[in-house]
C-alpha cells in the first residue's frame, strides 16, 4: 500500500500494454520511493518487468513506475486487480486500456456553447423533420425472426438531420427531446406490445429509436474517426488501441457489426461487411488475448454469419481460430491467455497468480468453437473445448467451488479466490449457455452449472442490512463483500436458467432480487450509473468506498440483466430502468464525437477517460434496442448470446 500511496497518478487506468506517459516528469519523492522498492523489492520487480515482451522497447521511468508498483502489487497483494504491466485484471479478464491523459471537462462541456448548437439544431430539425425517416428494422410479421435487413428503410442520411440529430440528444429534457425526434415516421411499426396499452407501445418505440440514434451516433462518429482501428477516442476523436493493441484490426467494425444488422443498418453493415473482407488479416506481430479475441472478433464474426448467411465471416471466424491454436498446447489442454498471432507463442499473464489460466478466459470459448465445428464440419474446435470440460469436469472442486486461476501444466488450481464477477463471470455462463445452445441436450453442462451455482448460493451468496442480494468474492474461506459491476450480468443469468433448475420459481425470484441490487448501485449515484464495483459493510451499501472502483466504462452486465429479466418477466420496471441508463448515458457519456466513459459515478460532471469501447456498440446498445422490441428480435428460445452479446442460434 505505501508503495501505492506514493504513486497517486497510477491508481487508475492503469491498463493494457502501457503507452508510456512521457509528460509527466518524474518527481523527486517518487524517485526516493522508487529506489526504495528497488532495493526492496529489485529481483522480483525485474523479473516481473521482463515478463512483457511488448514492453521491452518501450523502456521509460513512467513505464519503470508502474512495474515497480505493480510488482510490489504481485508481491503483496496476490488477488489484486492490477497486472504487473498496469493491467487491472478485471473486467471478465476485459482488460482496459485507457493511456493516462487528463481531459479538460470545460473545454469539452462548454455549456453555452453546447446549448447554442442544441438550439439551432433543434431549429434545423423542425424544418427537416418532414423528411427524416426513422430506421424500422422489425418485421411487419412478427413472426420472422430473423430480420432482413430492409431495403425500403430510408436512415436519416442527410449531412444536416445526422447533425442535429446527434446535437439534439445532448438535451437534458429527454421527454421533450423524444417528442421532437421521435414521431415521424410511425406509421409503419408492428405492434410492439403484448402486454400494455397504445400510449406505453408508443413510449416503447420512441425509446427504442432513441437507442438506434445512439448506435448511430457512436457507429458514426467511429467512421468518421478512428475507421479501421480497434477503438474509438470519442473527445480527442481519433483511434484507440484498446486492449488489442495498436495493430488495427478494426474491433468495433466486428463486434457491432450484428447491432448494425440487428438494428436494420444496412448500409453500415455492408460497409463493415466489407471493411472485414479486405482487411481483417490477423498478421501483425502482436499479443492477443485467446479470450478477447474470442468473445469479440470469433463471436462477432459467427454471428454476422449466422444472422446473414455470408460464408465470409464463417471463414474469418475460422482463419482467427486456426490462429489462437497455439494457446491449446499445453499437458492439460487449458489453453494459456495469449498467442502472439504471428510467432505462434503463447503465454500467461505473469500476474495470474504465477503464470496460471484464468477460469472467465479458458471457460468462455465452448459456445464460439463448437458452432465453429458445427458450421465447418471440422471438429478439431470441439475437441478443444470438450477437452477443458471434460478436465474441469473430473477435477476436485474445492466445496464445489471453482477457483479463479488453473494451472495449465500441472491441472492444479492456482488459490481459492472465487468470483460471480471478475476473472469467474463467464465461465459459469457458458456451461448455462452450452446446454441451451444445443438444445438442452448437452446434459453435463447443465449439472456442472448447477453444481456451481449451488456451491456459490451456499458460499458467496449474502443479503445485506437493508435487504439487498448479492453474490460477494469468497478468497480462501473469507468473503470480500464486494461485487463487481461484471456480476450483475448474474441476475440475468440466473432467471435463464430458471427453467430446467430444481426450483423456477427461487431463481426467478433471484434474478429479480440481483436486478434491484444492481440497480441501486446506479440509482444510489449521483450521475445514475453505476460504478465498477460496490461494496457492502456497516456503512456502506451498494456504493463503491474505492476512487479506483467509482468508474464506470460504458459497461453493459446491469442492461443486460434488465433485458433477460425483460423477457422472462414482462416486468414494467425493467423496461424503466433501462430508461434511466439511457438518460443517464446522454447525460454524462455522450460527447461530440461518441460515447466516453466517466471517472467518478459519483459526481456531477464526471472527468472523462476518452474511450469509446467496443463492447458499447456490441453488448450495450443492443441489449437496450432488444428491452425496447418485441421479443420477436432475437427470440431466446431461438438463440443464445454469446458473453459479448453476439447471437448465436439454437441448434434444433
Ligand atoms: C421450459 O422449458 C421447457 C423445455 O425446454 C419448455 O417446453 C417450456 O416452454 C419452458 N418454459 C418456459 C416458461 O419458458
Known amino acids: ?74 508481491i503483496f497483494f496476490p488477488h489484486a486487480r492490477i497486472g504487473p504491466d498496469g493491467h487491472p485484471i478485471s473486467d471478465k479478464a476485459k482488460i482496459l486500456r485507457h493511456d493516462e491523459y487528463n481531459i479538460d471537462p470545460h473545454r469539452i462541456d462548454d455549456k453555452v456553447r453546447l446549448r447554442g448548437k442544441i438550439e439551432a439544431a433543434w431549429e434545423q430539425d423542425k424544418k427537416d423533420k418532414a423528411s427524416l425517416v426513422l430506421v424500422d428494422p422489425l418485421p411487419k410479421d412478427n413472426k420472422v425472426e430473423i430480420m432482413e435487413i430492409n431495403n425500403k428503410v430510408v436512415p436519416a442520411e442527410k449531412p444536416s438531420d445526422k447533425k442535429s440529430d446527434e446535437l439534439k440528444d445532448l438535451s437534458n429534457d429527454k421527454q421533450k427531446d423524444d417528442k421532437k425526434i421521435n414521431n415521424a415516421d410511425t406509421g409503419d411499426v408492428v405492434k410492439m406490445e403484448q402486454h400494455g396499452d397504445k400510449s406505453t407501445a408508443d413510449e416503447t418505440e420512441k425509446r427504442r429509436e432513441t437507442v438506434l440514434k445512439m448506435m448511430r451516433h457512436s457507429w458514426d462518429n467511429y467512421e468518421t474517426y478512428a475507421w479501421g482501428a480497434n477503438e474509438l477516442r470519442p473527445i480527442s476523436r481519433h483511434g484507440h488501441a484498446s486492449i488489442f493493441g495498436n495493430i488495427p484490426l478494426g474491433a468495433t467494425i466486428v463486434d457491432a457489426i450484428d447491432t448494425l444488422y440487428i438494428m436494420g443498418m444496412k448500409k453500415e453493415f455492408e460497409k463493415a461487411k466489407d471493411w472485414i473482407d479486405k482487411n481483417l488479416k490477423f498478421e501483425g506481430s502482436s499479443d492477443l488475448s485467446v479470450f478477447e479475441t474470442n468473445i469479440r472478433f470469433i463471436g462477432g464474426l459467427l454471428s454476422a454469419y449466422a444472422l446473414s448467411g455470408d460464408e465470409m465471416f464463417k471463414n474469418k471466424a475460422k482463419m482467427i481460430a486456426d490462429k489462437l491454436m497455439p494457446a491449446f498446447n499445453t499437458p492439460t489442454g487449458i489453453p ?90 463467464s465461465f459459469y455462463e457458458y456451461l448455462l449457455k452450452t446446454w441451451l445452445l444445443t438444445g438442452k441436450t448437452d446434459k453435463d453442462a447443465r449439472t456442472m452449472y448447477d453444481g456451481a451455482i449451488k456451491a456459490m448460493e451456499d458460499k458467496m451468496l449474502q443479503i445485506s442490512k437493508d435487504g439487498l442480494t448479492y453474490f460477494a468474492e469468497y478468497k480462501s474461506g473469507r468473503l470480500e463483500h464486494k461485487m463487481d459491476h461484471l456480476a450483475c450480468f448474474s441476475g440475468g443469468m440466473v432467471a435463464l436458467g430458471a427453467n430446467g433448475s430444481s426450483d423456477p420459481t427461487k431463481y426467478l425470484h433471484l434474478g429479480a432480487e440481483i436486478a434491484r441490487t444492481c440497480h441501486e448501485s446506479y440509482d444510489r449515484s449521483a450521475t445514475k450509473l453505476g460504478p465498477e464495483a460496490f461494496r457492502f459493510d456497516d456503512s456502506t451499501q451498494a456504493k463503491a468506498t474505492r476512487q479506483n472502483e467509482k468508474y464506470y466504462i460504458l459497461r453493459p452486465e446491469v442492461i443486460e440483466t434488465y433485458f433477460y429479466m425483460w423477457r422472462l418477466t414482462k416486468e414494467q420496471k425493467y423496461r424503466d430502468w433501462a430508461w434511466e441508463a439511457v438518460q443517464a448515458l446522454e447525460k454524462w457519456c455522450r ?62
Request: glycine letters at 8%; charged letters at 20%.
Open 591 to 652: 460527447v461530440e464525437g461518441g460515447y466516453t466513459g466517466i471517472r467518478d459515478v459519483y459526481q456531477l460532471n464526471p472527468n472523462k477517460d476518452d474511450v469509446q469501447q467496443s463492447f458499447f456498440l456490441a453488448e450495450t446498445l443492443k441489449y437496450l434496442y432488444l428491452i425496447f422490441s418485441d421479443d420477436s428480435v432475437i427470440p431466446l428460445h431461438k438463440w443464445v448470446f454469446n458473453t459479448e452479446a453476439h447471437p448465436l442460434p439454437i441448434k434444433s
Open 1 to 74: 500500500m505505501a508503495v501505492e500511496s506514493g504513486l497517486p497518478n497510477f491508481q487508475r487506468y492503469i491498463n493494457g500494454v502501457p503507452v508510456p506517459n512521457g509528460r509527466k516528469m518524474l518527481r523527486l519523492r517518487e524517485k526516493y520511493i522508487i529506489m526504495l522498492v528497488l532495493l526492496t523489492f529489485g529481483t522480483v520487480c525485474f523479473g516481473a518487468f521482463f515478463f512483457l515482451p511488448d514492453l521491452r522497447d518501450r523502456v521509460s521511468m513512467d513505464g519503470m513506475r508502474k512495474h515497480l508498483r505493480d510488482a510490489g502489487n504481485v
Open 336 to 425: 494459456q491467455s495469449m498467442v502472439n498471432v504471428k510467432t505462434g507463442s503463447s503465454r500467461n499473464w505473469g500476474w495470474a497468480s504465477g503464470g496460471c489460466s484464468i477460469l472467465s478466459e479458458f471457460g468462455s470459448l465452448h459456445l464460439e468453437y463448437s458452432y465453429l465445428s458445427q458450421i465447418t464440419g471440422d471438429k478439431i474446435y470441439m475437441d478443444k473445448v470438450m477437452k477443458i470440460r471434460n478436465f474441469l469436469q473430473n477435477i476436485e472442486k474445492p466445496q464445489g467451488l471453482y477457483p479463479n486461476y488453473l494451472n495449465p501444466r500441472t491441472g492444479k488450481w492456482c488459490q481459492t479466490h472465487v468470483s460471480m464477477g471478475a476473472l469467474g463471470d
